[in-house]
């Protein structure tokens, strides 16, 4: 079945091809995810025991965890939706430097984010094994997909650093390395004669007779025995 004409041209724009990317795709699911951990805690995380109109957080009464969870959550989400502005921005990048500088930053962030949401899981799973239902009213399926989508995001952000890492191993080496590498070619061809170069005599201590034409200058001369010149004055 062949598309129209339209549809076509709006599958092979360039706006439709960025997003088809294995890492564009990534961010936007990074994105939701972390968007539902700390709204579905912002909306029913919080609720009043039956005793008590004081609200606590229905993971065992502790607020640290719903405040790591929409902290983190937060956070994690404005960097998926800045990392996938800069995606979009990144073949106007001239400057290998700058380049190499971005992806490695965006491989350090994911790396940073996979070790935060496996920590925010398991105090999150433990905080809610250990809470008791009938405390709260509402909210339990909050805390589930919370938790639930916070075990998803550690596999989604290892995903993307290790996209990150490829594109790090795929990019061009540095513009300067051509330079270092003439520059020691250079030294190899003016540096000192290595002892290799002198034939030293190995027949015995009376023995003269050298092969290097620096050292027969010193050696083409011999000299007068002192006692010839004392007889002939």
């Not at 997003?19 to 919080?46: C, M, N, Q, W």
């Not at 034939?199 to 050298?210: D, E, F, K, R, V």
Request: charge should be positive; proline fraction near 6%.
């Amino acid at each position: 079945m062949r598309l129209p004409d339209s549809l076509q041209d709006l599958a092979d724009s360039e706006a439709v091809r960025f997003l088809r990317r294995p890492k564009s795709i990534l961010r936007i699911f990074a994105g939701v995810f972390s968007l539902v951990i700390f709204s579905s805690l912002l909306t029913d995380g919080y609720q009043n025991k039956p005793e008590s109109p004081q609200l606590h957080c229905i993971l065992n009464s502790n607020n640290m965890a719903c405040s790591l969870a929409v902290g983190a959550g937060f956070l994690a989400f404005l960097s998926s939706l800045a990392f996938l502005a800069l995606d979009a921005h990144e073949s106007h990048i001239t400057r290998t430097r700058f380049k190499t500088a971005f992806q490695l930053l965006d491989f350090i962030v994911a790396i940073l984010w996979a070790g935060v949401w496996f920590v925010a899981f398991c105090f999150l799973a433990s905080q809610w094994h250990r809470s008791r239902a009938k405390h709260f009213l509402l909210g339990s399926n909050s805390a589930k997909a919370s938790i639930t989508f916070a075990f998803f995001s550690v596999p989604v952000w290892i995903f993307q650093a290790y996209l990150a890492f490829q594109d790090l191993r795929e990019e061009s080496p540095v513009p300067y390395k051509r330079s270092l590498d003439e520059g020691g070619v250079v030294l190899n061809t003016l540096s000192p004669p290595t002892a290799s170069s002198v034939n030293i005599p190995t027949t015995g201590p009376n023995n003269l007779s050298y092969t290097s034409s620096a050292l027969s200058p010193y050696l083409s001369t011999p000299k007068v025995p002192r006692l010839a010149m004392m007889l002939d004055s």
